[in-house]
């Protein structure tokens, strides 16, 4: 509910707003009065102490209607600030909370937009509109109070002028409603190809496709340049419209009282009609111009009403993983077990894993193998709760994974995604990230990245561990980036690491050593390692070997080599690759691998 978003420094910037209002209006209002006096003064052409006093009250009522006018001004100013960024951060601690599947279903591409470009969009209509909203139902009601006692015909040609205006503009909105509703939508598609064109560069340039993009890009852009194109045709006449309609209403006043003036019987009628004249057609204008201002603002509400849906639709999203309650303590530390876990993405009829059950304890190490999109980084998904399963069940430390809250959860696991994500800021800050970091200090930092095996390139950085690193980590290479986030998950020292495909972009020395490094140095933390390679999985004390979500064998390296067809053709396939590559050989080539022990040459 709009209202339901105020905060107490909402209501009160509101109040004072309609209270400026209400005082301006009642100024306005008292002007025509004094007029009157005037008028019937000059007329009668006597008391020009009258003309000079109300002349001075009138003018003293237009000072203080424009004083009023700059708090109101003011204050709808800092309500449509603060409302909106009450809204912002509602959507900000909304969008932390989201899961992957929320994300993707919105779009990320959306998300932006909703979070600038909507606030924005509703600020500024409820800056401008806050004031005539409020103001133009109080003006029209309060002056047709003011003039109700007046000549039937007055009234009556204010009534089809105002009928007119009010049928104009419903029959107007009602034309264009649809394009207002387009317009978000259309300037997410235009974001979106600028992002991909931004992000892309490299490989459109690389391919020639610049041509390519610019008509998909240009397609979007059109896109939104035609609808606004029919809103501008629409509304164009809108002005105009109320503009004659206010003209002629004001020749018919003055026409009416013409004739009504000439039927009079006596001079001293005649005067007091003449006043009646002038004071009934301003209190008209006021009227109208109440029902115009609303025309000017009733351009921006379509808008305004699309934004604030879109950006309460995330708000008031729930999450697609609803949380769990429990945050206490657990029987046991650091086990993972799936039972029966079947699941398929939305959408999707093949299920990215199917009946995959294995049990892991503390310090143990899980190894999942398989080829690109046998389900390995959804198994880490289902663990991380990014996703529930279908049937069966996920147990960490003995419990339900649903059972726990965000947070119980995500404290007792360390996180290393595929696709390695750095933020802005030093080597330090992306090491010793999130909730414990104030509970570690540089010591902690510099052994994490001594185990993950980046302590020797962070040290030749030129700022060592204070070097920034850029937005997407820029400036190191994919590599070294893999490593830092392995050093925030060591840093965390959770229960249990997860690291999703973590040693892709290492050599096979680098990958050794880390493995050796967490082997020896994190004994107590339970691993899952996901990996292509036989050769990073072969110490594990589990290994899952995945295939197209099926499990295809599960056991240690030895028992897999008897048993796993898909086991030991990989292993085999590795190892000959592996020796054709010189300077990862270690040792002197042999032809084919032991069937029972190590593959040669590889650890
Ligand atoms: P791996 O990590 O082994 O390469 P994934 O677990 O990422 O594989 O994917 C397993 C399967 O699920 C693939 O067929 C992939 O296309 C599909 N998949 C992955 N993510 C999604 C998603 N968000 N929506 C729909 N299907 C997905
Ligand atoms: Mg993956």
């Given at each position: 509910m709009f209202f339901g978003y105020f905060t107490k420094k909402d209501w009160a910037f509101a109040a004072l707003c309609t209270a400026f209002i209400v005082f301006q209006v009642y100024l306005d209002l008292k002007i025509p009065e004094y007029m009157n006096g005037i008028t019937y003064a000059i007329q009668t052409g006597d008391a020009s102490d009258i003309v000079g006093e109300d002349g001075a009250r009138m003018i003293a009522c237009a000072l203080l209607s424009l004083a009023s006018s700059v708090g109101a001004g003011f204050f709808a100013a800092k309500f449509?600030?603060?409302?909106?960024?009450?809204?912002?951060?509602?959507?900000?601690?909304?969008?932390?909370?989201?899961?992957?599947?929320?994300?993707?279903?919105?779009?990320?591409?959306?998300?932006?937009?909703?979070?600038?470009?909507?606030?924005?969009?509703?600020?500024?209509?409820?800056?401008?509109?806050?004031?005539?909203i409020v103001k133009s139902p109080i003006l029209a009601s309060w002056a047709i109070l003011k003039i109700s006692g007046s000549d039937w015909h007055w009234t009556a040609i204010t009534v089809a002028g105002v009928l007119i205006i009010v049928c104009t503009i419903a029959a107007v909105m009602w034309c264009v409603m649809k394009y207002f509703k387009r317009i978000q939508w259309l300037k997410d598609d235009v974001n979106r190809e600028v992002r991909?064109?931004?992000?892309?560069?490299?490989?459109?340039?690389?391919?020639?496709?610049?041509?390519?993009?610019?008509?998909?890009?240009?397609?979007?852009?059109?896109?939104?340049?035609?609808?606004n194109l029919k809103i501008f045709t629409w509304m164009a006449p809108m002005g105009s419209t109320s503009n004659t309609v206010v003209n002629i209403m004001t020749i018919s006043i003055y026409w009416v009282g013409a004739m009504l003036i000439a039927d009079a019987a006596d001079q001293d009628t005649k005067f007091q009609?003449?006043?009646?004249?002038?004071?009934?057609?301003?209190?008209?204008?006021?009227?109208?111009?109440?029902?115009?201002?609303?025309?000017?603002?009733?351009?921006?509400f379509p808008g305004a009403k699309v934004s604030y849906g879109?950006?309460?639709?995330?708000?008031?999203?729930?999450?697609?993983?609803?949380?769990?309650s429990f945050d206490g303590e657990t029987s046991e530390t650091g086990t993972i077990e799936f039972r029966a876990v079947t699941f398929s993405y939305p959408g999707r009829k093949k299920p990215a894993l199917k009946d995959v059950s294995f049990r892991i304890g503390k310090g143990q190490t899980l190894a999942v193998l398989?080829?690109?999109?046998?389900?390995?980084?959804?198994?880490?998904?289902?663990?991380?709760?990014?996703?529930?399963?279908d049937s069966g069940q996920v147990l960490i430390d003995g419990r339900d994974a649903k059972d726990y809250t965000r947070k119980a959860l995500y404290s007792r696991l360390g996180y290393?995604?595929?696709?390695?994500?750095?933020?802005?800021?030093?080597?330090?800050?992306?090491?010793?990230?999130?909730?414990?970091?104030?509970?570690?200090?540089?010591?902690?930092?510099?052994?994490?990245?001594?185990?993950?095996?980046?302590?020797?390139?962070?040290?030749?950085?030129?700022e060592g561990t204070d070097t920034i690193l850029?937005?997407?980590?820029?400036?190191?290479?994919?590599?070294?980036?893999?490593?830092?986030?392995?050093?925030?998950?060591?840093?965390k020292d959770p229960e249990t690491l997860l690291l999703d495909d973590s040693f892709s972009a290492l050599d096979f020395r680098t990958d050794r050593e880390l493995r050796a490094g967490l082997k020896k140095e994190m004994a107590g933390t339970t691993k899952v390692i996901v990996a292509q390679r036989v050769g990073t999985v072969m110490d594990a004390d589990l290994i899952i070997v995945l295939d197209e979500g099926e499990v295809m064998g599960i056991g240690t390296h030895s028992s897999l080599m008897e048993s796993c067809r898909i086991y030991r053709d990989t292993a085999i396939s590795q190892m000959e690759e592996r020796r054709c590559r010189p300077e990862d050989r270690r040792g002197p080539p042999r032809r084919s691998p032991n069937r029972s022990g190590r593959p040669s040459g590889s650890c």
């Open positions: 449509s600030a603060s409302y909106t960024r009450t809204l912002r951060r509602k959507m900000f601690s909304k969008v932390q909370e989201l899961s992957s599947q929320d994300i993707s279903e919105i779009s990320a591409a959306s998300l932006v937009t909703r979070s600038t470009n909507d606030p924005y969009q509703l600020q500024n209509f409820l800056g401008r509109s806050l004031q005539v991909e064109n931004l992000t892309g560069s490299k490989v459109i340039r690389a391919y020639n496709a610049e041509g390519y993009r610019e008509s998909k890009f240009d397609e979007a852009s059109d896109a939104l340049l035609d609808n009609l003449f006043s009646d004249m002038v004071v009934f057609s301003s209190y008209a204008l006021q009227v109208m111009s109440a029902f115009m201002m609303l025309t000017g603002i009733i351009r921006g879109r950006i309460t639709e995330v708000i008031e999203r729930e999450r697609g993983v609803p949380e769990g398989g080829s690109t999109g046998s389900g390995k980084s959804t198994l880490i998904k289902l663990i991380l709760r990014q996703y529930d399963p290393v995604p595929q696709t390695p994500i750095i933020f802005t800021g030093s080597v330090e800050s992306n090491v010793n990230f999130g909730e414990t970091s104030a509970s570690r200090d540089h010591g902690d930092v510099l052994r994490a990245l001594r185990i993950a095996q980046a302590e020797e390139f962070v040290s030749k950085l030129p850029s937005q997407y980590g820029k400036n190191v290479s994919g590599g070294q980036k893999q490593r830092v986030t392995i050093a925030r998950a060591i840093c």
